[in-house]
């Protein structure tokens, strides 16, 4: 799979060097490329953004080095991947559809996603109606109900749920399947050795016993049970109408 990231801010996706995703991209199961919008200004000051037109408050991203960018960008990934390759092209955005593990699941199967990242108030309209005329299928998404200063942050978190379920990404193929298996509830309950932890308050905090018993069907129930109660009292918006 090949990732590229459009933004002001390289320096903001320098944590996708890291941990699992960087092994990834060692590995060559990940090719991932970020690129400064800046690179496609022609002014002394490199200037991405401009005032908004009607008025109002703050600046807007110019259409000039957006449209810029994708032409090089579609031209280098197409280099790589063969002449046949059609991105998916997602912007973040506040007013975008929800990203959920769904999307993450579908866009995991994607052999190329190119991410926009927006700044300022936002950037000019005419950009996403250039790209749909150009043939992009594109992509508005929100990584949830509050506000962020620009596209950065909710690309971490989206590559992150992309990366990792692609083949290969996550060693332990178990840990995916039991994502699976819990689908649409909370996890259950962790505890690791000792059985018996005496707390720095001096309490006494023992492991469910039922975790000791070797009975991996009750245990299977208990942990079911678990995650039903959690859901139903945490999540309520997860349970199927009742
Ligand atoms: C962004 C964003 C996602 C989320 C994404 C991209 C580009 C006051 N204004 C702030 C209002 C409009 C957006 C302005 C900042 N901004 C925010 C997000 C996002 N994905 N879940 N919240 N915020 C941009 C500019």
New binding site residues.
Partial sequence: MRIDVITIFPDYLAPLELSLIGRARREGLVELVVHDLRVWTHDRHRTVDDSPLGGGAGMVMKPEPWAEAFEAVRTAGREQLGEHAQPLVVF???A?TPFVQDTAAQWSQREWIIFA??????IDERVYEHLADQGYELAL????D??????EV?VLAITEAVVRLVPGVVGNAESLVEESHSQGLLEYPLYTRPASWTAPDGALREAPPVLLSGDHARIAAWRRDQAMERTARRRPDLLPDP
């Avoid at 998404?141 to 949830?144: A, R, V």
């Avoid at 509050?146 to 596209?151: A, K, S, T």
Wanted: hydrophobic share 20%; net charge neutral; charged share 10%.
């Fill in positions: 973040p955005n506040p975008g990242c927006g700044r300022y108030e936002g998404t929100s990584l949830g509050y506000v962020l200063n620009g596209g909710a």
